[in-house]
């Protein structure tokens, strides 16, 4: 089993977040640093992470948690923001979030600690619909939404053509409701910013058939017997 897919199997992060670790130098394969992506680990090897023994999680959990402005979605944070483990007090396993939102972007996160759920929902294959809902400053046009649903150029990249649906419109601001399958770094913000407009609040709503529902900010709780077959039934 290749490393990054072992790390990802214990807990620890996402397959793409285990692979920045290993870089680091914070993975030991039988007491030895390593810093190579491409090893193979066999059952018999003793793998730690900041020299603690590690190994694959036979309890697989899943969670939604609704973000909330002001927390940072990772594990670890070297500035000491509070991140999203700082929400999910009363969960003993090691888990952690698929995905990202930004620091001021509130909204449905996955949490689990399967690196298999993780890797399929994060691959840039995954054509899984996320549901955004996108408070703007100013009024937005009907040529504006067609050009965001058109695809837009947001730094050397065009932006797959999407779902973008005008909510409520005036002078002040306009709440517009995107669906992308896409997962770039601060995408729906620079989607906006590429028509000259400013995102004043985000909130994701929607992953594939999981919804955000009525959790307060905040809150999490474990994904029903139905969604967590949902996820599965991703992988076939």
Do not use: W
Not at 82 to 90: A, D, Q
Not at 216 to 234: D, P, Q, V
């Amino acid at each position: 089993m290749r490393i990054n897919k072992y790390l990802a199997d214990c807990g620890i992060a996402s397959r793409r977040k285990c692979e920045e670790l290993i870089l680091q130098g914070k993975v030991k394969v039988n007491g030895k640093l390593i810093k190579e992506l491409g090893i193979d680990v066999k059952p018999t090897d003793i793998v730690s992470f900041e020299n603690r023994v590690v190994k694959p999680v036979s309890n697989k959990v899943y969670y939604k948690l609704h973000k909330p402005k002001g927390y940072v979605t990772t594990v670890n944070d070297e500035k000491g923001r509070k991140t999203v483990l700082n929400l999910m007090r009363n969960v003993h396993e090691r888990v952690y979030p698929i995905g990202r939102l930004d620091y001021d972007t509130e909204g449905l996160l996955i949490m689990t600690n399967d690196g298999d759920i993780t890797n399929i929902l994060t691959h840039p294959k995954s054509l899984v619909e996320k549901i955004y809902i996108a408070t703007i400053d100013g009024p937005i046009s009907a040529e504006d939404i067609k050009t965001l649903s058109s695809g837009v150029d947001i730094g050397g990249y065009i932006t797959k053509p999407c779902k973008a649906i005008l909510i409520e419109t005036n002078d002040k601001a306009s709440k517009v409701e995107i669906i992308i399958t896409e997962g770039k770094n601060h995408q729906v913000k620079k989607m906006f910013e590429a028509i000259g407009k400013n995102v004043i609040f985000l909130k994701r709503t929607t992953i594939g058939k999981i919804k955000l529902g009525g959790l307060a900010r905040g809150e999490y709780k474990k994904l029903t017997t139905k969604e967590i077959s949902y996820l599965k039934s991703l992988q076939k």
